[in-house]
């Protein structure tokens, strides 16, 4: 498993568009900020006027910097685990005799990786921009350091839970562009449809407080990445979160150990 694990770090490491991902991941940080200003300049706002109006700083603005990466990561788990079969490397390897579980567990781990990795710098990015426009903000009460940890646990494990479905597609679609495309039309569909659901259950049944996006993963991302988040959310973000992974997990292992490789 360690050698696996090894041998796909090295390869992802080998790979342009993890540098270039990179880049992006801490430009994205930048710009979430960057459109804030823009929106509160919008209303001819300074911009020492924007940081009191949407009560942001430092600390304030890692939450953006954290939802803007989201895409990133997306995109190059989306290529890496197809780029293996098109390259035949995953058919070299279970040629070898080595277990199909372990192949996926290594695949998720890299995945996870960059959930990490990427989250940090675009987190990172929009600290740094917003503690130059609007101060760092107060470290010393201890509520706040909690929030940021409790906020940052939440995100990473339901980002966590978000990046286990794109894995589960590459192995179930086994092609880039296949699997690119049907990551991205998810995310921006999936919403969608969840709404129109909502909307029409709402008014033709009349049933209330019926609120199905509040248990897509997508959606839970956006909700829990706030200090404010309340414990209703947290509970259920952890829950939603859990099964979402751990049910992706147990789909992409069973259909990659009952498919064959070609």
């Known amino acids: ?49 924007i940081g009191e109006f949407f009560g942001f700083n430092g600390i304030g603005s890692i939450a953006p910097g954290l939802i803007a990466v989201n895409i990133f990561f997306i995109i190059l788990a989306s290529m ?37 990795f990427y989250s940090i710098l675009s987190a990172m990015a929009a600290f740094s921009l917003g503690a130059y426009y609007w101060g760092v903000g107060d470290f010393s009460a201890q509520n706040v350091v909690l929030g940021i940890f409790r906020m940052l646990g939440l995100y990473l494990l339901s980002a966590m ?42 008014k033709t049944f009349k049933i209330e407080n019926f609120n199905p996006e509040k248990y897509w993963v997508g959606s839970i991302i956006d909700e829990i990445t706030k200090m404010d988040v309340t414990q209703e959310a947290i509970t259920r973000g952890i829950l939603v979160s859990c099964v979402y992974l751990v049910l992706f997990t147990l789909i992409g292992i069973y259909s990659f150990n009952k498919r064959d490789i070609k």
């Open 80 to 116: 890496f685990v197809p780029s293996e079969f098109s390259f035949g490397t995953i058919k070299n390897i279970v040629s070898r005799g080595i277990s199909r579980t372990k192949i996926y567990i290594s695949k998720l781990l890299i995945s996870w990786f960059l959930v990490l």
């Open 161 to 202: 839970a978000f990046q286990s479905m794109f894995v589960m597609i590459g192995f179930l679609v086994r092609h880039t562009g296949g699997t690119v495309s049907t990551s991205l039309g998810i995310v921006i569909v999936l919403p969608i449809v969840i709404n129109f659901v909502k909307v029409f259950f709402t």
């Open 1 to 49: 498993m360690f050698n696996m694990l090894s041998s796909d770090f090295y390869k992802l490491f080998k790979r342009k568009s993890f540098y270039f991902c990179a880049v992006l991941s801490v430009l994205s940080g930048m710009i979430s900020i960057f459109g804030l200003i823009t929106i509160g300049a919008s209303y001819n706002f300074s911009i020492s006027e």
